[in-house]
């Protein structure tokens, strides 16, 4: 069974500083996705990062996959009052192990608090 | 404008009380999928369609039922709904090949 980890699962921070979200995975995966979701909020599709080595970048976010360490980070530079969400990773299983239902499992999210 | 349209956004029922959302999308895309969203679970998946005719469960299934006759409906059906139902849905579709989903706005449902 596929688990998706993701931590932390709350983190504060303050503008201007930089952190970093990680998400595990524990089965053999090429491609992961990033959402973003304010309160009471749809999912917003940040990132779609497809293979090994993958970095994506847009404004104060970066992603990136490590699929031989099953890692991907959210990277968040000079934080700003405006990112403040609940940020999700979710992975598929790779297609020849479930052909059939493209589904993502998702981790629990982390809850992105930044303080002005 | 491309996207997945859910209805209603808010619904309160009773126990017991025969209830469908509706799921629509305008991408002729083959696949579609229902998740509920619960505090500290995260979200999973209840069930799925490839295609027009093809459904299947997904992890959380008990309690609902699903069709597909359409392309672009997809609509969860509560026979019998109990407050243990009581969730955040999302109803999300995507192309074949797994490009990640487009997620419809959400339906907040409460079971009394």
């Known amino acids: 069974e596929l688990k998706v980890e993701q931590n932390p699962l709350f983190l504060s921070m303050q503008e201007g500083k ?57 990277h968040i530079t000079a934080a700003v009052h405006d990112l403040s969400a609940t940020y999700f990773c979710a992975v598929d299983l790779a297609l020849w192990a479930y052909f ?17 | 404008e491309a996207q997945v349209t859910q209805n209603p956004r808010y619904l309160i029922t009773v126990t017991g009380k025969k209830l469908t959302v509706t799921c629509s999308q305008n991408m ?5 999928s229902w998740y509920r969203q619960d505090p500290g679970l995260g979200l999973r998946q209840i069930y799925y ?11 959380v299934p008990e309690g609902y039922k699903v069709s597909r006759k359409e392309k672009r409906n997809f609509p969860l059906i509560l026979e019998s709904p109990s407050p243990n139902q009581t969730s955040l849905y999302f109803c999300a579709s995507s192309r074949t090949g797994n490009y990640g989903y487009t997620f419809g706005s959400g339906t907040r449902l409460t079971v009394v």
Request: glycine residues 8%.
């Open chain 2, 49 to 59: 369609s490839m295609n027009v005719e093809v459904t299947d469960k997904g992890d």
């Open chain 1, 18 to 74: 930089n952190y970093t979200i990680y998400c595990n995975y524990s089965t053999t995966s090429d491609r992961l996705y990033w959402y973003r979701q304010d309160p009471g909020k749809s999912l917003e599709s940040l990132f779609v990062l497809l293979s090994n080595g993958a970095v994506k970048q847009e404004g104060r976010l970066m992603a990136s996959l490590d699929t031989k360490a099953r890692l991907s980070t959210l």
């Open chain 1, 100 to 116: 059939g239902n493209e589904k993502l499992t998702f981790g629990t999210g982390t809850r992105l608090t930044i303080i002005p």
């Open chain 2, 28 to 32: 002729n895309h083959e696949y579609m």
